[in-house]
């Protein structure tokens, strides 16, 4: 029996952790990064790069280079860097820099990110897409008392009470979720806010954007989100190593100048998701398809799910 926080970092970083294994993210669910609508995300995060002034972007979390290969398909032509915790992936166009990472909370130095970067930081967009849900935090839950006490867990996900959640996460969930009646579940977002702070204060961005799922002060989901995917499907969250274990993110709780819905995202800095003009077709029979695909991929980005991922800015 450990704590949460401890058996979510060893089934996801450990030696034997699930985001080690050779098949990647991609091998267990599908996410905005992969095939055509991969891209219609890569064009509205150029957009977001070029509105914020940068010329590289570095991909924190970058599964096996989805990011990365769709980032170069939409036309970005400057610097770009994949961070994650395995080797650089094999396919990985050779223009592009790849620099292994601890996992969870922890990063890189800024020195290293730079050198695998090839450019200085203060001209980069840091982009973290689905990389907060996956960093561990602590998981507590009222108890009959009302008094808020860190949940433990068996590697077969049994859970049990330990110990009152000690001050500093005392502090943070009753300023950013309080929960009062026995049962309610809090994940408290300290860890997260500070991978995120950490990271800007390292690397010192000319901006950053966590794109992720989560929720606001006003929307506290009250049994709180943790779960496991495994091969497509949700599954119970199992901490031993067999599944992803994740949970939606305290958002506002981030460092940030702006939150934007992820549709917002895509009307503000992306591809138009308008049909093209039927003329076309009759003119340019592949260019209207083309035309259509793309269309089609931003309109994926304007709807659930990814629609409502939030959309974490901030700039140095
Ligand atoms: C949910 S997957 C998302 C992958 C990809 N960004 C996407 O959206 O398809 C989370 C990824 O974050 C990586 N990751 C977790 N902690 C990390 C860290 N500290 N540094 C770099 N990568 C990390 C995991 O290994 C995994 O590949």
């Known amino acids: ?17 699930f985001y080690r294994r050779a098949e990647g993210p991609s091998g267990h669910f599908e996410t905005a990064t992969h095939g055509p609508v991969g891209r219609a995300l890569a064009t509205t995060l150029i957009g977001l790069a070029r509105d914020a002034g940068a010329h590289a972007v570095v991909d924190v979390g970058a599964g096996r280079g989805e990011l990365l290969h769709a980032l170069r398909d939409a036309g970005h032509e400057g610097p770009l860097l ?68 860190e949940v433990h867990v068996d590697p077969d996900g049994t859970e049990t009470l330990g110990e009152d959640v000690g001050a500093d996460d005392l502090a943070w969930a009753q ?31 000319r901006a950053a954007v966590a794109v992720d799922y989560g929720h606001v002060r006003s929307q506290r989901p009250e049994p709180g989100t943790l779960s496991g995917y495994r091969d497509g499907a949700v599954t119970a969250p199992t901490p031993d190593g067999s599944c992803d274990v994740t949970a939606h993110v305290a958002v506002d709780s981030l460092r940030h100048d702006e939150l934007v819905m992820g549709a917002d995202a895509v009307r503000r800095w992306g591809p138009s998701a308008a049909s093209p003009e039927h003329d076309l077709a009759r003119r340019d029979p592949a260019g209207y398809l083309d035309a259509l695909a793309r269309a089609s991929a931003a309109a994926a980005l304007l709807g659930p799910p990814y629609g409502d991922f939030w959309w974490v800015v901030a700039r140095g």
């Open 1 to 17: 029996m450990s704590t949460w926080a401890r058996a979510w970092h060893d089934a996801l970083y450990g030696e034997d952790g």
């Open 175 to 205: 300023r950013w979720w309080p929960a009062r009646e026995p049962g309610q579940r809090v994940e408290v977002g300290r860890a997260r806010d500070d991978a995120w702070s950490g990271m800007l204060d390292a690397w010192r961005p």
């Open 82 to 149: 994949g961070v994650d915790v395995v080797e650089r992936p094999a396919d990985l166009d050779p223009a592009s820099g790849w620099v292994r990472s601890p996992g969870g909370a922890a990063l890189p130095s800024a020195r290293d990110v730079e050198e695998a970067l090839g450019a200085p930081l203060d001209g980069a967009l840091v982009v973290a897409h689905e990389w907060l849900d996956v960093v561990p935090c602590v998981v507590a839950q009222v108890d009959d008392a009302g008094s808020l006490r």
